[in-house]
């Protein structure tokens, strides 16, 4: 059974970081793309970023290049979002996802999800 498990969320102030993590089990992470994506309150779930199996090659929505980082640690089978200069926007519910194939920005390309973590910034 395959399993996503996002820790790492919490509350902080406008400019800060926090680094998110996604544990998966019952897959092999190398085979698949891995991607973070958010709600917010009231809005559709979105994109943030991705990388690739081999891990050389990550994507960024624009509201978050420069300020983001994805990476993934194959033989942990973890993925990590580092969020740095948090502005309030960025309040969400964060999922980590796992696909195969398709585009790597589209959510119907992720086969696995996690439950999500909250992530809270205030001004």
């Known amino acids: 059974q395959v399993q996503l498990v996002e820790s790492g969320g919490g509350l902080v102030q406008a400019g800060g970081s926090q680094r998110l993590s996604c544990a998966a089990s019952?897959?092999?992470?190398?085979?698949?793309?891995m991607g973070w994506f958010r709600q917010a309150p009231g809005k559709e779930r979105e994109f943030v970023a991705t990388i690739l199996g081999s891990g050389g090659v990550t994507l960024y929505a624009d509201s978050v290049k420069g300020r983001f980082t994805i990476s993934r640690d194959n033989a942990k089978n973890t993925v990590y979002l580092q969020m740095n200069s948090l502005k309030p926007d960025d309040t969400a519910v964060y999922y980590c996802?796992?696909?195969?194939?398709?585009?790597?920005?589209?959510?119907?390309?992720?086969?696995?999800w996690g439950q999500g973590t909250q992530v809270t910034v205030s001004s």
């Open positions: 996802a796992a696909g195969r194939s398709g585009y790597y920005r589209g959510q119907k390309s992720y086969n696995y």
């Open positions: 019952g897959l092999t992470l190398s085979s698949y793309f």
